[in-house]
């Protein structure tokens, strides 16, 4: 019920997300959850979708996801143990997680052989390229095209390169991390770089928001 109103408004007011614990998270988690949960609805999410959300964090989305979802169709790629647990246990209502029984991995290298799945209908990643490495990307398509059929859609949150902020070169991971929980460094990509890393593993990509320098971009296969 609370979905169906969600995708028709924007900004419904949901009560129920209400009976959350005080958060230690930060300002808008419901908002952009909620957000990130309209995004895949409009790419066509729909409840007996299998959905991998590669670094689910403490579930801002996931929260959503797995109402929403079927039993079973929600899988979270998570490294860092803590944070995962807080989700699953402060942000996920008990009966939800038992009722929906999504399925979680700790792995780092962006392998998606984890949950023994041939393929899934959506990969889902929010401010993960964010943070990410070109190497890291490209690890990630290289996963969803092994793991998607005809009609799977990728779909990330990214900031795009500028002169102001060029494009991420690094081979490395900045961002908070799981080590010692510091790094709050956001990276920007430059999208003709991914859009011809995109079509070397067979996908199109289609920038959602050209005008905007934090775009969605949609990924699917050619
Ligand atoms: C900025 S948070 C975003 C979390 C969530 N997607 C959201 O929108 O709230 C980035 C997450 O990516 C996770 N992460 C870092 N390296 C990763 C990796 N190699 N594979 C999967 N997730 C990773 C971090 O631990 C962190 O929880």
Redesign the pocket.
């Known amino acids: 019920m609370i979905i169906r109103r969600l995708s028709a408004d924007p900004e419904p007011d949901l009560k129920s997300i209400d009976d959350l614990p005080a958060l230690p998270l930060a300002p808008g988690?419901k908002q952009?959850?909620r957000r990130?949960l309209i995004t895949l609805l409009q790419a066509g999410l729909s409840p007996d979708s299998l959905l991998l959300?590669?670094?689910?964090?403490?579930?801002?989305?996931?929260y959503w996801f797995i109402h929403f979802l079927n039993a079973g169709g929600y899988h979270g790629?998570?490294?860092?143990e803590a944070?995962?647990e807080f989700g699953r246990h402060s942000i996920l209502p008990p009966e939800i997680l038992a009722g929906k029984q999504p399925r979680f991995s700790g792995?780092?290298?962006?392998d998606f052989t984890e949950f023994g799945r041939e393929t899934f209908d959506f990969f889902?990643?929010?401010?993960?390229w964010?943070?990410?490495s070109k190497q890291?990307i490209d690890r990630m398509l290289s996963q969803a095209a092994r793991h998607s059929h005809q009609e799977s859609l990728f779909i990330t949150?990214c900031w795009r390169a500028t002169a102001t902020h060029p494009d991420h070169a690094e081979d490395r991971?900045l961002?908070?991390?799981?080590d010692d929980g510091q790094g709050v460094t956001k990276v920007h990509h430059d999208f003709d770089k991914l859009r011809k890393m995109a079509a070397g593993h067979g996908f199109g990509m289609q920038d959602l928001y050209p005008n905007r320098s934090y775009s969605w971009l949609k990924f699917s296969r050619l």
């Open positions: 988690f952009e959850g990130q959300d590669i670094g689910c964090g403490w579930l801002r989305g996931g790629i998570e490294p860092w944070r995962l792995n780092e290298d962006y889902f990643a929010s401010s993960i964010s943070h990410c890291a949150s991971w961002g908070k991390n799981k």
